[in-house]
């Protein structure tokens, strides 16, 4: 439909219908519907919106749920859409109307006064495959899981002569003798045997699913983020949750605080009076927190340098936990690294480069706004090159080279 004039479209996703509600740059609601959720129904909202060049934005709530399809046409089309969040239900004012189309009311509103401006993930690329495959493996782990343990449970009350055949067995060994196990002529002994032998094959069923999973996955890893399998400690799981958390389009994050915000690894301020501190972000993506969380564990266990800078802070009267929260954050930082050039291998001996001149610019005495306005850069810019987040060989090279004339000045003038 023309409106002749620029237009603010939200939709409200649900299952089987949509709702959407277009207004003008103003505010004034020009057209509202009921869309099924289809390929049909989408078009018939691009119709109803009007032209994709007269159309401001279009805000959407579960972008990456009910709406992925309608997300995915709609930018197809040229439209553009932003992510509105579903507010909480203590934040709606009492009284207000609360339907599929005063959402979308709402929702399009948010848009046109700028509250929604996060960009959706992209939904169409190689990580939506990966997360496809860790939902499959999720499962497989779960029911395996569930499976040993209805195992054991049985074990419990099973007659004396096989709670001792198996007593103190490991599931690997006890599943194995179990799926060999043929039934008995007893009627009550061989339902126990028949009960234990199903359980048992079904969690070795489940147990290859997850690693042919988990196997599907790693390749997917290697082939588009081997820097993210390059970081100490970083398993295919944690990279995995890492890159499902950012989507196939991780320059939508604007900034490593947005990164670190959204694995809920930036620090909260937690003072009072005279105790200054921080602590653990409990928001963010759980999924990638615990990934991060995961690493910074086993470097812990692992990683010697790690170790000594846990005892330097031990020593500074830091907790455990609060040296985990430093350890996250320094890894949220090193991963978002990886993250904006995943398929840059040499990323590592880069940032040891650019963390050895930064070691020697304070060691010169020099700044980061010297060398800006030689190298003809903002300030922020040197940060970025010195913290490995802008990879750049040449003014890398120009860095080092300005570098080394401060300390061959300062060798002649002594």
Request: charged share 30%; with cysteine.
């Amino acid at each position: 439909m023309d409106w002749n004039g620029c237009v603010v479209a939200g939709i409200d996703t649900h299952k089987g219908a949509h709702a959407l509600c277009v207004l003008d740059s103003v505010g004034r609601i020009l057209s509202e519907g009921i869309f099924p959720a289809d390929a049909a129904g989408y078009d018939a909202i691009a119709q109803a919106i009007g032209r994709p060049d007269d159309c401001m934005v279009i805000g959407m709530e579960g972008t990456g749920s009910y709406g992925a399809g309608a997300k995915r046409r709609l930018q197809e089309l040229g439209y553009e859409v932003v992510e509105v969040v579903r507010p909480k239900r203590e934040k709606r004012r009492l009284g207000d109307v609360k339907n599929d189309l005063a959402d979308a009311e709402r929702a399009a509103r948010d848009a046109l006064a700028g509250k929604a401006s996060g960009k959706p993930k992209a939904g169409n690329g190689w990580v939506e495959s990966l997360r496809f495959r860790m939902v499959a493996r999720e499962v497989a782990v779960r029911t395996s899981t569930s499976a040993a343990n209805s195992i054991h449970a049985l074990m419990v009350t099973a007659p004396n002569p096989i709670r001792e055949r198996y007593a103190g067995m490991k599931i690997n060994k006890m599943v194995e003798s179990l799926s060999r196990r043929r039934p008995t002529f007893d009627e009550c002994e061989a339902a126990i045997w028949e009960s234990l032998r199903s359980l048992a094959l079904l969690w070795r069923e489940a147990k290859k699913r997850a690693a042919e999973q988990e196997a599907s996955m790693r390749i997917l890893l290697q082939r588009n983020a081997p820097a993210l399998l390059d970081m100490y400690c970083c398993g295919t799981i944690s990279a995995a949750q890492l890159v499902i958390a950012v989507g196939d389009n991780p320059q939508r994050l604007k900034s490593e605080s947005a990164f670190a915000s959204l694995c809920g690894a930036s620090p909260i301020e937690a003072s009072s009076g005279k105790i200054k501190r921080h602590r653990l972000n409990r928001g963010g993506n759980r999924q990638a927190n615990r990934a991060l969380h995961t690493i910074a564990r086993q470097r812990m266990l692992r990683d010697r340098q790690t170790k000594t800078y846990i005892e330097k802070r031990k020593r500074e009267g830091k907790t455990r936990r609060e040296i985990e929260r430093c350890l996250v954050r320094y890894i949220a930082r090193e991963a978002y690294r990886a993250l904006m050039h995943p398929l840059d291998t040499n990323w590592y001996g880069y940032c040891d480069i650019a963390d050895s001149l930064k070691k020697k610019r304070i060691q010169l005495g020099a700044t980061q706004r010297e060398a800006a306005v030689v190298m003809g850069v903002v300030s922020a810019r040197i940060s970025e090159l010195e913290r490995g987040v802008l990879i750049d060989e040449n003014m890398l090279m120009q860095y080092r080279d300005w570098l080394e004339n401060i300390a061959a000045e300062k060798r002649w003038k002594n």
